[in-house]
């Protein structure tokens, strides 16, 4: 959750920000000094900021901003005043401001521009991150992480693709990992010193999203107080990374055409281009030959855009990943937490194995993050995944529900192999005829524990010690569909 610092000495301002903003997630903080703002910021708790160019007792809000550029020069601080001037905007910018807006303001176009403001600050970190990773010569490449046939031809293909200019399309379900596709190749091209700028299509209304694409002059739509540049022109000497691009409306796919076609940025409102050098990626999670087909997405388009493509498998075809990806964000997240986990059961790797991921690897690593918090054991068991997971399919495509316990069975089955072999075959855990041996008897206990309670399965999941929706699971498992059997 994102907090947000409003700075003004209006305590009407500073009620419709803190009324508007909380229904929407963030955590507002409002202060009416420069003094109370800079001491939370100091605290390094804030996200963005607003701040009024007018404080009381003749304090200045640049004086502010120039405060937070030092403090955190990622940090997004937006200006308020009534009083809108260029000079002031021109000033305010020139220090960092990351916008603008006079008053009175609109809270719809406010609340996007919180999201614009702290999408780019974590682009800023992560540009930051990955030329870290280039000056140290840490492999990029290896950030996608995964051993399988699908992902390595990925991950050769790249290392292809990398030092052209030409466009790339990358396609596949969300949560795939497109994102990360799209930094590697800007990281391997020999435009890794250069920005590397993301605009995702679905989070913006049309009007807005041709003036993020393409910048604006001042007073060509209502709220245009100055000339503004747009992200194709910021990406300059870098890559532009055009997120969901099915989500672009025909309206403006004419202007992006040109844009790729002629190397050149018009600005909403204005007479004249700019030319551009920039790589164009875009990503979509949509068959764009379906969007064409459909009227949707023009042609001529989407030919320029798929000069080369990239499809990401999903997670439930490179099923053989999953316990890397898993391991990985164990590390991850037990580093971030300070609980020393060990890894994962062999129950619980099993359950995520046989899941179908349809969020993919998003999907995984918020689960694995859960689990994390959850576990308080050595080791992450079933009771510490979700259990919408617990379900898998058999090999005849029944969906079977799947709720793992402490496993009685495998202990009642003791009784029924020899002490000698038992332990003998328990010592050893990578020992391969284990789980065969003790799937034999625990097939058998069910069976004839069944026998006993006369085919009742409540009554035996009793006498067993586990759950009834365990023992259909493991009836199921071993066949047993049915008893007394044919």
């Known amino acids: 959750m994102a907090t947000i610092l409003i700075a003004d000495d209006e305590e009407e301002v500073r009620r419709i920000f803190q009324e508007s903003l909380l229904p929407e997630g963030y955590e507002v903080i409002t202060v009416s000094t420069t003094e109370q703002a ?207 691009v099915s989500e672009i409306p025909l309206s403006i796919q004419p202007k992006l055409l040109r844009a790729i076609e002629d190397k050149e940025s018009r600005p909403v409102g204005g007479l004249t281009s700019k030319k551009v050098n920039v790589r164009i990626i875009a990503a979509t999670n949509h068959n764009l030959e379906d969007y064409v087909r459909q009227g949707k997405f023009r042609e001529d388009l989407y030919y320029r855009l798929n000069v080369i493509n990239i499809e990401i498998p999903p997670l439930r075809e490179r099923k053989e990943d999953i316990p890397i990806l898993a391991s990985y964000f164990l590390n991850k997240y037990r580093t971030e937490t300070k609980k020393p986990i060990r890894g994962i059961n062999e129950e619980a790797l099993e359950i995520l194995i046989n899941y179908s991921w349809p969020g993919n690897i998003r999907e995984l690593e918020n689960v694995i993050q859960r689990a994390v918090v959850l576990q308080m054991g050595d080791f992450i068991n079933p009771e510490a995944l979700p259990e919408t997971l617990g379900r898998i399919s058999s090999p005849s495509g029944t969906i079977l529900e799947k709720f793992p316990e402490e496993d009685k069975l495998v202990k009642a089955s003791q009784e029924i192999i020899p002490d000698h072999l038992y332990s003998e075959i328990s010592a050893h855990d990578s020992f391969s005829p284990l789980k065969k041996t003790v799937g034999v008897a625990e097939k058998k206990l069910i069976l004839e524990t069944l026998h006993r309670t006369g085919g009742n399965r409540k009554a035996a999941a009793k006498l067993l010690g586990i759950s009834l929706r365990s023992l259909r699971y493991r009836m199921q498992k071993h066949g047993i569909t049915r008893y007394p059997p044919n």
């Open 38 to 244: 800079t001491e939370y910021l100091r605290q390094g708790m804030i996200d963005l900021v607003f701040a009024d160019l007018r404080m009381p007792e003749e304090e200045d809000g640049l004086a502010l901003l120039s405060e937070a550029v030092k403090i955190n020069p990622y940090l997004p601080v937006i200006m308020i005043t009534a009083f809108a001037s260029i000079p002031t905007a021109v000033e305010a910018m020139r220090k960092g401001a990351y916008d603008y807006v006079p008053k009175p303001f609109h809270l719809e176009e406010i609340k996007i521009l919180i999201r614009k403001a702290l999408e780019n600050r974590w682009l800023q970190q992560e540009n930051e991150y990955l030329r870290l990773q280039l000056r140290t010569r840490q492999p990029v490449l290896d950030s996608i992480i995964g051993k399988s046939p699908k992902i390595e031809q990925v991950r050769s293909f790249l290392l292809r693709i990398a030092p052209t200019n030409s466009t790339v399309l990358i396609t596949g379900e969300t949560g795939a990992g497109k994102t990360l596709v799209a930094r590697t190749i800007h990281a391997y091209s020999d435009r890794r010193d250069g920005p590397f700028i993301i605009v995702d299509c679905s989070s913006f209304p049309e009007g807005i999203l041709e003036s993020e694409l393409f910048g604006h002059k001042k007073g060509s739509f209502t709220g245009a107080v100055s000339d503004k540049a747009g992200l194709l022109e910021l990406a300059e000497g870098g890559t532009f990374f055009i997120d969901e």
